[in-house]
Nanobody, 126 residues
Framework: QVRLVESGGGSVQAGESLRLSCTTS????????MGWFRQTPGEKREGVAI???????????NYGDSVKGRFSVAQDNGGNTPYLQMNSLKPEDTAMYFC????????????????RGQGTLVTVSS
């Protein structure tokens, strides 16, 4: 079992930045993909960013349309979990943010992923 814990959420003004972190107790778990998803107060769930680890050792990143150019995902120092740098935040970014890892299919559906955390809340006011 892999336990993920998100941190870094909070309340900010529009235009400000936040960095979300994700830690795990399973330091030897090597995932194929790691990513971030979010769920809004109205329960809409969407993929935010996915980082896929390539066989060459490099990475490939993809972003949801609503966050392209503002958010960036990368591996943390240990390489096992992702962090999410969020810039130019907007009120519509308000949501609970979840990190996830998987050795399976790297889809935009959180239900396809092996493990996810409990989430960290981000609130952006105008």
């Amino acid at each position: 079992q892999v336990r993920l814990v998100e941190s870094g959420g909070g309340s900010v003004q529009a235009g400000e930045s936040l960095r979300l972190s994700c830690t795990t107790s399973a330091r030897t778990y090597e995932s194929k993909c790691m990513g971030w998803f979010r769920q809004t107060p109205g329960e809409k769930r969407e993929g935010v960013a996915i980082l896929r680890i390539l066989r060459t050792g490099g990475v490939d990143t993809n972003y949801g349309d609503s966050v392209k150019g503002r958010f960036s995902v990368a591996q943390d120092n240990g390489g096992n979990t992702p962090y999410l740098q969020m810039n130019s935040l907007k009120p519509e970014d308000t949501a609970m943010y979840f990190c996830a890892v998987t050795r399976g299919q790297c889809t935009w559906r959180l239900s396809d992923w092996d493990y996810r955390g409990q989430g960290t809340l981000v609130t952006v006011s105008s």
